[in-house]
């Protein structure tokens, strides 16, 4: 039987806190993680991105 699975996820990127520092960071941790999730288990990403003009 074939399944289909869809890995959503949001990741920032920019600056974050790590470890107490603003770290600029290229691609987020929830990114990373969700790409292992499609190495492992396979599926379609579906990568959630917020309105940057909401001023978050």
Request: proline share 2%; charged share 15%.
């Amino acid at each position: 039987m074939k399944r289909n699975v869809l890995i959503a996820y949001f990741s920032r990127v920019g600056n974050n806190y790590v470890s107490g520092n603003i770290v600029n960071l290229p691609v987020g941790n929830t990114e990373i993680t969700a790409n292992s999730i499609e190495n492992l288990i396979g599926g379609e990403l579906f990568k959630s991105q917020f309105d940057q003009r909401s001023g978050y």
